[in-house]
Structures are given as C-alpha cells and as structure tokens.
C-alpha cells in the first residue's frame, strides 16, 4: 500500500503561480509513475502531467509551457509548479502514482481556483 498526502491548495489571482506537492509513504520501493490529474464540476478527471522514476514526462497540451512537474525520488514527492495559471485550471487537483506491478493510489484531492 502507498499513502500519498498533498499540500494545501489555494486561490490565486490569473496570472499568478501555486506550488502543489505529494508526499507518498507506505510501499513507496514499488511506485514508478507519479503525476497529476484535476477534475472540475461536471467534468471528467484527466490528466495535468505525470513523470516516471526515469524523469519522463508528459503534460496535458491545455498545460504545457506553464506548468512543470518535478519529483525528488529520495523524498518520495513530486510537485506541480504551476505558472501563469488561468481561470480555466480552477478545479480540484489529486495525485496519482502507479507502481511496478500496476496498481494505482490517489491523493485525497486539493482545491486550486484561479479567480480575480
């Protein structure tokens, strides 16, 4: 089992940046993948960005060039460093890691909204 706790989310002006980060514990030795999905009212969650042990990534197109998703393995924890935020990000953020052998965690989901 893996347990995963995020960092409290926020309100931030358009334009503004917010710096999410996930803790996990527990059976961290088999997590490989560990990213970021949002889902906002009335919409599916889907993907923000995500990054392998490796250091691949891969971003969301609505995200790219604004948002960056660095992982210290040796904490265990991935951020999301988000930049030039828009009103379109507000939604509620969870963190997701995979391990090795396919299973999936999930944060407990933070609230991010981007409002002047």
């Known amino acids: 089992q893996v347990q995963l706790v995020e960092s409290a989310g926020g309100t931030v002006q358009p334009g503004g940046s917010l710096r999410l980060s996930c803790a996990a514990s527990?059976?961290?030795?088999?997590?490989?993948?560990m990213g970021w999905y949002r889902q906002a009212p009335g919409k599916e969650r889907e993907l923000v960005a995500v990054i392998t042990s490796g250091g691949s990534t891969n971003y969301a197109d609505s995200v790219k060039g604004r948002f960056i998703i660095p992982r210290d393995n040796a904490k265990n924890t991935v951020y999301l460093q988000m930049n030039s935020l828009e009103p379109e990000d507000t939604s509620v953020y969870y963190c997701?890691?995979?391990?090795?052998?396919?299973?999936?965690?999930w944060g407990q989901g933070t609230q991010v909204t981007v409002s002047s």
């Open positions: 527990g059976s961290t030795f088999s997590i490989n993948a």
């Open positions: 997701n890691t995979e391990s090795v052998y396919g299973s999936s965690w």
